[in-house]
């Protein structure tokens, strides 16, 4: 599974909310979507870069 830095998943969870317009009481939402697509990112990353030796 891609791992991601804590410290970015941070930065993109406040700007997720902050983009949302800073609602209350939705911290795991924001940190659970941020951290998914860093993942996501991450992974799309690793295989365009795998194809080319």
Do not use: C
């Not at 941070?10 to 697509?37: M, V």
Request: aromatic letters at 10%; glycine letters at 4%; charged letters at 40%.
């Amino acid at each position: 599974m891609t791992q991601v830095d804590l410290d970015d998943v941070r930065a993109r969870a406040y700007k997720l909310w902050e983009e949302a317009g800073k609602p209350e009481g939705r911290i795991d939402e924001f940190w659970y979507e941020a951290e998914q697509r860093l993942k996501e990112e991450s992974l799309s990353h690793e295989l365009k870069t795998s194809d080319n030796p």
